[in-house]
């Protein structure tokens, strides 16, 4: 009996110490971390800004290690090299979304004019709020600037819309979309710019397919916001399915490797990294 008493505690030892060697999950630096699970529009956009932060940071560690690359074998004219990339990477400048981040749940329609003034000028202030989201107007004679944020909990998505209507010689219009398709996977749409974006359960990119149109824009009928789960599927083929000239870039990441796509004119560049290359660029 106590052979088998003793042959057990041996057993769970070495349980024990199997279980206090395993090595801890690397954390890279383009490694997806959600802090932020609230099923609101701050939650959502929480989310959206640590989707694009590990987005940029995988692309722009990449491009940076590769042009480095360049530099090093081309010292005296690494840029009139084609495999030297120009065009740096910021998919989703969307500047009025920023508006957003001075709105908190103590802003009310009577303090709105106070907390807003300058920023609106010599504007009214009009501020209301609705199941999910908030519309924020400044209102003169001439201009509606219209800040309007909306978010669906069913699908965990958000729709920002930026609008200017009056009289001014051109009126600006912007948009930005944020919708997480499944665990892991996500859609982020502007007016300009898409993208699609999968993650292993470790918060590791798995692929991802951006595109940035060069002169057309997206409207707001190709809104994904509350899409159905087949309308999500459909989008991925729909982020580079016209002629790549219509782009200023396209960025594929799949199996590891980053296939970076430019046009100036009608001239189509075609780079492609292998991220195991740069390893050591993306350790903490």
Request: net charge negative; proline share 1%.
């Amino acid at each position: 009996m106590k052979k088998l008493i003793c042959i057990a505690l041996a057993a769970l030892m070495l349980m024990l110490t199997a279980c206090g060697a395993a090595e801890p999950k690397t954390i890279y630096k383009d490694t997806l971390v959600i802090t932020n699970e609230e099923k609101t529009f701050e939650g959502a956009k929480e989310r959206y800004r640590a989707v694009l932060e590990s987005l940029k940071t995988r692309v722009t560690l990449l491009e940076e290690s590769h042009n480095q690359s360049v530099k090093l074998e081309n010292p005296d004219s690494y840029f009139l090299d084609d495999n030297y990339i120009l065009r740096s990477f910021d998919p989703f400048a969307v500047s009025s979304f920023e508006m957003t981040d001075k709105i908190n749940d103590s802003v009310t329609s009577e303090n709105a004019s106070e907390i807003f003034k300058d920023d609106a000028g010599n504007s009214n202030v009009i501020f209301s709020r609705d199941d999910g989201g908030y519309t924020l107007q400044f209102m003169n004679e001439g201009l509606t600037e219209t800040y309007k944020s909306e978010y669906d909990a069913k699908t965990d998505s958000f729709r920002f819309t930026y609008n200017e209507d009056g009289q001014a010689p051109e009126l600006k219009s912007e948009f930005l979309e944020f919708v997480t398709v499944s665990d892991g996977t996500y859609i982020i749409q502007s007016s300009k710019s898409r993208c699609f974006i999968e993650y292993d359960a470790d918060g590791n990119i798995v692929s991802f397919t951006c595109s940035t149109l060069k002169e057309k824009e997206y409207t707001q009928e190709d809104s994904v916001y509350k899409a159905n789960a087949a309308s999500l599927t459909m989008f991925k083929s729909k982020i580079d399915n016209g002629k790549k000239t219509d782009y200023e870039s396209i960025r594929e990441y799949s199996e590891g490797v980053l296939t970076h796509i430019d046009t100036v004119e009608e001239k189509v560049n075609e780079i492609q990294i292998y991220a195991d290359m740069y390893e050591s660029a993306f350790v903490q």
